[in-house]
Nanobody
Framework: VQLQASGGGLVQAGGSLKLSCAASGRTFSSSVMGWFRQAPGKKREFVAYIRWSFGNTYYADSVKGRFTISRDSAKNTGYLQMNSLKPEDTAVYSC?????????????????????WGQGTLVTVSS
């Protein structure tokens, strides 16, 4: 499985961006796609994940109500719609996925649960 993230860029505070993560090489049957971010000088942190087959979603508190994760199964593509962006959202955003059996809602906030990773896409939010 290969993941290709895109959609990053420079946006003013309060603006919006939509990131995409295109998967190729194998379809997702019962798996999870997640987004993580890493700001300069900080550790990587969980942003959101979606259970691919069922559409269940889970968000970090810091983005809840502002970001929306979704997927288009026909296109094997996941999305992260980011609204009301803040300067503290500035980071490299990476998508990740796993085809392992779903273990439960709390596991997928941990990057170690993911098998496949895409390259990051930089999001810069200016104040």
């Amino acid at each position: 499985v290969q993941l290709q993230a895109s959609g990053g860029g420079l946006v003013q505070a309060g603006g919006s961006l939509k990131l995409s993560c295109a998967a190729s090489g194998r379809t997702f049957s019962s798996s999870v796609m997640g987004w993580f971010r890493q700001a300069p000088g900080k550790k990587r942190e969980f942003v959101a994940y979606i259970r691919w087959s069922f559409g269940n979603t889970y968000y970090a508190d810091s983005v809840k109500g502002r970001f929306t994760i979704s997927r288009d199964s026909a296109k094997n593509t996941g999305y992260l719609q980011m609204n009301s962006l803040k300067p503290e959202d500035t980071a490299v955003y990476s998508c990740a996925a796993t085809n392992n059996v779903y273990r439960g809602i709390s596991y997928y906030t941990d990057a170690s649960e993911y098998v496949y990773w895409g390259q990051g896409t930089l999001v810069t939010v200016s104040s």
